[in-house]
């Protein structure tokens, strides 16, 4: 039963993934910005509820051999508003090398951004929410446009 369980979880995943390689493009979510919600991973949330339920373990990713972590699908990204976040920008978690570190912007603030925005945002020089709001609208632009990549 365990197998079963884990095929249905790896199979949502998977299924999301191809769904996402279409629906998430710039171009995709250009086209449908009328709209004012988009897709945001549902077969991929669904999957996450499944391995929680069942146990499967199939989202706990070894990012890290010293610490147990686990992917998850956020809330809406703060940069495009359309997909959702997979990654967090933010305060320095419990544990954290702090010695010699100073206080910035980051350390108070936090966003949540997809896979999209992610690799675009640029967090240097980000001091005020008006930084950031400035930074956001730049990525937006890039990654919700007329492009296929
Ligand atoms: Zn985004």
Redesign the pocket.
């Known amino acids: 039963m365990t197998l079963v369980r884990r095929g249905i979880v790896t199979a949502l995943w998977r299924m999301d993934d191809y769904v996402d390689w279409i629906l998430l493009r710039p171009v995709t979510v250009q086209l449908f910005s009328f709209l004012p919600r988009w897709w945001q991973c549902e077969l991929a949330k669904l999957s996450e509820r499944l391995d929680e339920r069942w146990k499967t373990g199939v989202w706990n990713i070894q990012l890290d051999p010293n610490v147990n972590e686990r992917l998850i699908v956020g809330p809406v990204?703060?940069?495009?508003?359309?997909?959702a976040?997979s990654v967090t920008v933010g305060p320095m978690g419990e544990g954290g090398d702090t010695e010699g570190h100073e206080q910035g912007f980051f350390d108070t603030h936090e966003i949540g951004?997809?896979s999209?925005?992610?690799p675009e945002f640029r967090d240097e020089g980000i001091e005020s929410e008006a930084d950031l709001q400035k930074e956001l609208e730049r990525?937006?632009d890039r990654?919700v446009s007329w492009r296929w990549s």
Not at 77 to 83: E, G, L, S, T
């Open positions: 990204c703060d940069a495009c508003r359309k997909r976040s951004l997809c999209w925005c992610a990525v937006r990654t």
